[in-house]
């Protein structure tokens, strides 16, 4: 069959089955980049993925979300501390260990200020516990589950609503969270562009 490629309507069929054929082409491509990226985001993550994903209610605003975190931890100077900062906190961390058997509430009040001045000390910036939370997922993202769980028991602390064997589990978590940011640095984040 011979077609007349100076016809405007074969031309037109033509044009048409091109664009449709990229179109076709540019959308598969997207979809494989976006699969990509959200298995990226749940590795990276975890069960934060998730919490983002009912947060927001949709994978594209959670997300947006995940990858304006790592943006904005990206733009911090987050690091290890020096072996003097190091030996600081581990004796303060020790100190406060030891209060705890005299005062429970005034220990775990005292590990929350130490774990907030040593992520300050890592370099994350203050802030409000929720973005405090968000900005610790990026690099440690099994970290924040149990650093809500110790802020919850603290909020319950200052209403008096707390047993001792919840302030001890406190302690416990609050052990773990030290332990972990008195280690090595993080991985070094990579900036993402949002989707």
Do not use: C
Request: net charge neutral; aromatic share 8%; glycine share 4%.
């Amino acid at each position: 069959m011979n077609y007349d490629l100076t016809n405007p309507v074969v031309l037109l069929v033509v044009a048409v089955v091109v664009l449709l054929i990229v179109w076709v082409v540019v959308w598969v491509v997207r979809k494989q980049g976006n699969e990509q990226r959200t298995e990226q985001l749940r590795a990276r993550f975890g069960p934060e993925y998730d919490l983002a994903l009912r947060e927001y209610g949709s994978r594209k605003k959670a997300e947006a979300a995940l990858l304006d975190r790592v943006n904005r931890v990206s733009r911090m100077t987050v690091h290890p501390l020096s072996e003097q900062e190091r030996a600081r906190f581990l004796t303060e961390w020790e100190a406060i260990q030891a209060r705890f058997v005299d005062h429970p509430h005034a220990a775990v009040t005292e590990a929350n200020e130490m774990f907030n001045s040593l992520l300050q000390a890592r370099g994350y910036e203050a802030g409000a516990f929720d973005r405090r939370a968000a900005d610790l997922s990026v690099h440690h993202s099994s970290l924040v589950e149990p650093y809500r769980r110790t802020n919850a028991i603290l909020v319950r602390a200052a209403r008096n609503e707390v047993t001792t064997e919840e302030l001890r589990s406190a302690m416990i978590l609050y052990r773990n969270l030290i332990e972990e940011l008195l280690q090595e640095g993080p991985a070094p984040v990579v900036r993402s562009e949002a989707a």
